[in-house]
């Protein structure tokens, strides 16, 4: 959810309160990528060979889903706790219940207004219940791993 979060910052400058919403833009948009075209001489730096004319680079639209969690490395999926499934993304591991999900903007220091998260876990079987986000501080942090 952390990375669905991300990803939907980085397209519309904020975070997601409707989890459906969120799955409906992973299973269904895109993110910008910026790749080189060209080949690159080992004799010179990324930088030479772009103002060289050698390289560029290109903006290309890219699926969330697969570039965000399909085509991830081989040794991160296997660091995951639960296989991915886009489909009980939104759903609590143990209830099987929707996870609680918040968004908005707090005010952090100097009046810079930031955009924030929060998802929690609606019947946690122990405390403190899962969590990832805040609704008090902004930071993507939380007490699950990916």
Request: glycine share 8%; aromatic share 8%; proline share 5%.
């Amino acid at each position: 959810i952390r990375t669905a979060q991300q990803a939907y910052r980085e397209v519309h400058g904020k975070y997601m309160g409707d989890l459906d919403s969120l799955i409906a833009f992973v299973k269904n948009d895109s993110i910008n990528e910026i790749r080189a075209i060209g080949i690159k001489p080992d004799t010179l730096t990324l930088a030479e060979a772009l103002s060289a004319g050698i390289i560029k680079r290109d903006t290309f639209k890219v699926s969330v889903l697969d570039t965000k969690f399909l085509n991830v490395s081989e040794t991160a999926m296997k660091k995951r706790k639960y296989p991915f499934n886009i489909e009980t993304m939104g759903l609590a591991p143990y209830s099987g219940k929707p996870f609680i999900c918040q968004a908005g903007e707090i005010e952090v220091s100097g009046g810079i207004i930031r955009p924030v998260f929060e998802v929690k876990d609606p019947e946690p079987i122990e405390e403190p219940a899962l969590t990832v986000g805040s609704m008090v501080e902004a930071h993507t942090n939380g007490n699950w791993k990916e």
